[in-house]
């Protein structure tokens, strides 16, 4: 079974820019579709970003598209969440996730199988 696990959260000021890494170990996630999902205090859980498995096509949800850049690295086992323009309501605990049995990406968290802890990001006004 793949496990996941997110770093690279912290406190930054609005504007600012962090690089939230998720590393994968078990076994490869090569041929997984990924996505970063968020979650505020008091709010459901959120679409961020989904990259499909060779990294060929991502998708954003529309509050970061622009800010906001996922990739991957399959001979790491790493998907990265470049965040630059960051504002205050970007402040949440961000999740990686896997779809361990499907290429194509997708914003439905019920899509997604494996999860990691997250990483909190706040974003200071």
């Known amino acids: 079974q793949v496990r996941l696990v997110e770093s690279g959260g912290g406190f930054v000021q609005a504007g600012g820019s962090l690089r939230l890494s998720c590393a994968a170990s078990?076994?490869?996630?090569?041929?997984?579709?990924m996505g970063w999902f968020r979650q505020a205090p008091g709010k459901e859980c959120e679409f961020v970003a989904a990259i499909s498995w060779l990294g060929g096509r991502a998708d954003y949800s529309n509050s970061v598209k622009g800010r906001f850049t996922i990739s991957r690295d399959n001979a790491r086992s790493t998907v990265d969440l470049q965040m630059n323009s960051l504002k205050p309501e970007d402040t949440a605990l961000y999740y990686c996730a896997a779809r361990t049995r499907y290429t194509s990406i997708s914003k439905y968290e019920g899509d997604y199988d494996v999860w990691g802890q997250g990483t909190q990001a706040t974003v200071s006004s």
């Open positions: 078990g076994r490869t996630i090569s041929s997984n579709a």
